[in-house]
């Protein structure tokens, strides 16, 4: 499996971007994928995720109402639409797979609290820098 971000840039606040993940050779039924953002000095952070096979949502709230994650299942592909961007939201993002290996599937505010090292596949990230 390989992740691969793309979207970022810079841009001034209130504007907006919208990251793509595009997965390959993903064969997987039951996952999560979810955006992480890590700014300078701070650690990484789960902002929104998105849960397969039912599609459900959830976001942190330093980005709810803000961001809006969704997917392309026919092309692999996951977008972090981010509006109203502020100077605080300038990180690093990536994108990253847990798969369900157990039996049942992981409440969404569960899984996006979970530590980084719990996720099974990571991107390499992209850039977003936001400028006041």
């Known amino acids: 499996v390989q992740l691969v971000e793309s979207g970022g840039g810079l841009v001034q606040a209130g504007g907006s971007l919208r990251l793509s993940c595009a997965a390959s050779?993903?064969?997987?039924?039951?996952?999560?994928i979810a955006w992480f953002r890590q700014a300078p000095g701070k650690e990484r952070e789960g902002i929104a995720v998105i849960r397969r096979p039912d599609g459900s949502t959830a976001y942190a709230d330093s980005v709810k109402g803000r961001f809006t994650i969704s997917s392309d299942r026919a092309e692999n592909i996951v977008f972090l639409q981010m509006n109203n961007l502020k100077p605080e939201d300038t990180a690093l993002y990536h994108c990253?797979?847990?798969?369900?290996?157990?039996?049942?599937?992981?409440?969404?505010?569960?899984?996006?609290?979970?530590?980084?090292?719990?996720?099974?596949?990571w991107g390499q990230g992209t850039q977003v820098t936001v400028s006041a």
């Open positions: 990253a797979v847990l798969l369900f290996l157990g039996g049942g599937i992981p409440d969404l505010a569960q899984i996006i609290s979970r530590h980084p090292a719990e996720f099974d596949y």
């Open positions: 050779e993903f064969r997987f039924d039951r996952y999560a």
